[in-house]
């Protein structure tokens, strides 16, 4: 009967391989990012002919391919040649410039490093990268607790593209004058993806994912259209992963509206924390916020300072300002018999789907 066709029978899966959404898969082709991964070969392409590389300050919202655009870059470097070392470090794990140098060892194959001091390990970073050259990618550079490395590398590595990362473009203007001035960096923007981009995207993800036709089209097309709106891959990934799960718990052979609503109510339901959203400093403002919740700025950041805060308040109300943008909170403008002023209102459950 066509019916029992319908049910999954034990041990059947609609699962291909789920490797392939996880986030930090990397696919081997790369669409709709051909202009930016044109401007970071440009940016590298001098290295390869024996001159100087030149610099770059990419930035753009969280899940649009900024990360895996550039990993494609380099992978293609490698293949073409050996005399430029490709160097990617992410900053929200290795934050510090005792820790990048660290990493950039480690990546450059030294052993026996552990009880090296960050001169040390500079000296023989330099060793090595100074018989060749170097593409040096810093990604999250918003995570970064000191940025100390930089000016190293800038003024002791001689043939070298430095690839400066974030989801902010603030990330500029906070960085060091004497820094910035010698970077004399070039900028590349990640705009946003359209409706039809999300979905050629997710299609591929899918195709090698799930077995063949198990998406309800329409059921597919929600997914799409969700992704769209929030504008984050990621997103659009995890929903596809949970509505094929809730599926496969409903020993279903087709993925159909139902579960995707499904999927869809479940991330909204929960507080997910956002991963790439909040450092710990970010996380600490919002925790106070939570506090003193409906109270003026001015009184929120007085507390903040009592409590040992040594921001100053120009810093303070810009990063207020982010986690506003990112809906942790709503501040409300009041006209008061004092004058204007800004009260903070901590948003409790703040959802996935509010990105
Ligand atoms: N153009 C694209 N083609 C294929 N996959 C993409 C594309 N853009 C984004 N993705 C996928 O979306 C997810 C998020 O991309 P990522 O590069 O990590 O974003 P970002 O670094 O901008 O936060 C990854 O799983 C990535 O593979
Ligand atoms: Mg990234």
Redesign the pocket.
């Known amino acids: 009967m066509a019916l029992f066709n319908e049910i999954l029978k034990d041990g059947e899966s609609l699962f291909r391989d789920t490797v392939v959404l ?6 081997k ?5 051909e202009v930016e991964q044109k401007q970071f070969a440009i940016a590298i392409k001098p290295l390869l002919q024996g001159h100087n590389g030149r610099n770059l300050f990419v930035y ?12 494609n870059v380099i992978r293609e470097l490698e293949e073409e040649t050996e005399e430029v070392i490709p160097l990617y470090v992410n900053c929200w794990k290795e934050n510090t410039t005792f820790k990048v140098f660290y990493k950039i060892c480690e990546l450059l194959g030294y052993k026996f490093i552990i009880s090296k001091k960050t001169s040390e390990l500079f000296e023989m970073i330099r060793d090595k990268i100074n018989k060749k050259a170097a593409v040096f990618i810093f ?1 999250e550079i918003d995570k970064l607790e000191e940025m100390d490395f930089l000016y190293t590398i800038l003024e002791d590595i001689y043939r070298k593209s430095i690839i400066l ?1 974030t ?1 902010y473009r603030d990330s500029y203007t906070e960085m060091d004058e004497r820094i910035r001035s010698r970077l004399g960096t070039e900028f590349l923007c ?1 705009r946003p ?1 359209n409706e039809f ?1 999300i979905n ?2 997710l299609k ?2 899918r195709d090698y994912a799930f077995v063949s036709n198990c998406w309800d089209d329409e059921a597919f097309k929600e997914i799409s259209e969700k992704c769209t709106e929030i504008n ?3 997103i ?2 995890y929903l596809m992963r949970e509505a094929g799960n809730i599926a496969e718990e409903k020993s279903s052979r087709r993925i159909e509206v139902s579960h995707v609503a499904e999927a869809i109510r479940k991330v909204e339901e929960f507080h997910i924390k956002p991963k ?1 959203g909040l450092d710990e400093e970010m996380q600490m403002l919002l925790s106070l916020i939570k506090e003193q919740t409906g109270k003026k700025i001015g009184e929120i950041y007085y507390v903040y300072a009592e409590k040992g805060g040594d921001m100053s308040y120009k810093s303070f109300y810009r990063r207020i300002t982010k986690l506003e943008e990112g809906k942790f909170i709503r501040m409300e403008k009041t006209a008061g018999k004092e004058g204007n002023s800004t009260l903070l209102h901590y948003q409790a459950n703040k959802k996935l789907t509010e990105y």
Do not use: H
């Open positions: 996880d986030y930090d898969y990397q696919p082709i790369i669409p709709f990012r753009g919202a969280p899940g649009i391919g900024k990360t895996t655009a550039c990993k990604d990362i989801n990640f993806y981009e050629g995207i591929q993800r984050d891959v990621r659009g990934l790439d």
